[in-house]
């Protein structure tokens, strides 16, 4: 691309990114194809990041992590998993780290704190949030969930669907009703490990894209659920949710980029060596004017992202802030990702392509987290306030 000057990193970032990149292409892109046909990462991948430090980075040092307090450094990781084209761990480990480990870490027990932040660091237990129900998705004031107070402990009854790390998990965070009298009011968080009995998962769903990327059902029976084990106060779950939603919503945004310049990039080495009429397909116009397009487009965004993470790390970004970012750019991302297989013509088509298989995985990006019609919504509230 251009190239531009990236004044958000500095020289330590640099440093870092690098020993990431170097990993990921020793220890995530061999791998990749063998995890989409098993529709999960391996468990032995995830103790590798949890082993190289790349996992809850953010974690006290106390319960295993290095305290770095720099958004910055989880930027680099989610950017260069994303540059890799593997879409599946693209999504799967920034989820454990930037966005189901901070309910815990902020708003979790000492005794919590202790039982899973350790383990989730070292990778030994994999994270999940479970917010979509089979009937409430973008609406969770209709989710029906339930959590019964009986004294000592909840009785958790209900099922979550269309769960990311769904079927590997070991520690979910479940929003769940605990008084359904009160909508947002009644909504609380909790968190359900795979010890307690009465808690089983589906099998991973078979879906368009992201076959890397174990997604499925969670049921609940019956679950006894330790006091211990409730996040912060009961009915202020909803509250909680949307101030960690603006970092998922941030951290969307990033892998949006940086898989769409990794499409760009095969795209452009795709075209400087396919012939059509005696000349490279680079030579035509119309695929000259696209290749700028997108790049152009990719490197606003970029810029644009930047801006944000520096914002989130003084602590300025707000919601509608990072539902404009996750809107923006997985917008751009799937527009980028139909350009690229257009211009790889039939073999855009094939899944031995990355850009086959980036096409089939930008879609949900516009669903999850927030569907983009949401976005917009709030994005509105905060104009028209």
């Known amino acids: 691309m251009f190239g531009l000057p990236r004044t958000l990193f500095t020289e330590e970032h640099d440093l870092f990114r690098q020993s990431v990149r170097e990993f990921i292409a020793r220890e995530v892109t061999p791998y990749n194809k063998e995890w989409e046909k098993n529709q999960m990462v391996s468990r032995e991948s995830w103790k590798k990041f949890g082993e190289n430090g790349f996992l809850g980075i953010q974690a006290p040092e106390s319960l295993g992590g ?20 593997c879409s599946g761990p693209a999504i799967g480990y920034p989820l454990h780290s930037d966005i189901v480990m901070p309910y815990i870490l902020h708003f979790g027990t000492e005794t919590a704190l202790q039982k899973y932040i350790p383990k989730m660091v070292s990778g030994d237990f994999i994270g999940a949030v479970a917010m979509t129900e089979p009937g ?21 009854n209900g099922s979550k669907t269309f769960i990311t790390n769904g079927f590997l998990c070991d520690v979910v965070v479940v929003a769940v009703k605990t008084d359904p009298t009160k909508g947002a009011k009644g909504i609380s968080l909790i968190i359900v490990d795979r010890e307690m009995e009465g808690f089983s998962r589906g099998k991973p769903f078979d879906k368009v894209g992201l076959h890397a990327q174990d997604t499925c059902e969670l049921f609940f029976e019956d679950v006894k659920v330790t006091k211990e084990n409730l996040l912060g106060k009961e009915g202020e779950g909803f509250k909680y949710l949307m101030i960690e939603l603006a970092q998922e919503r941030l951290v969307v945004a990033l892998a949006a980029v940086a898989l769409g310049e990794y499409m760009l990039g095969a795209t452009i080495e795709y075209v400087k060596s396919r012939k059509a009429f005696n000349k490279s397909i680079s030579d035509f116009q119309n695929t000259r004017f696209k290749l700028a397009e997108m790049t152009a487009a990719l490197e606003q965004g970029r810029i644009y992202c930047d801006y944000l993470v520096q914002l989130h790390n003084d602590g300025k970004l707000d919601s509608a802030m990072a539902s404009a970012a996750k809107y923006n750019m997985t917008e751009l991302q799937c527009k980028v990702a139909d350009e690229c297989v257009q211009l790889h013509g039939g073999y855009g088509y094939m899944w031995e392509y990355g850009v086959a298989r980036a096409y089939a995985d930008a879609r949900v990006q516009r669903i999850y987290a927030g569907t983009n019609e949401i976005m917009k919504e709030l994005i509105a509230r905060k104009i028209l306030k």
């Open 66 to 85: 290095m305290n770095i307090q720099d958004f910055r450094f989880n930027a680099v990781l989610i950017e260069e998993l994303g540059l890799s084209g």
């Open 136 to 156: 409430a998705g973008s609406d969770l004031q209709g989710i029906q969930t339930r959590a019964e107070d009986k004294g000592d402990h909840y009785l958790v």
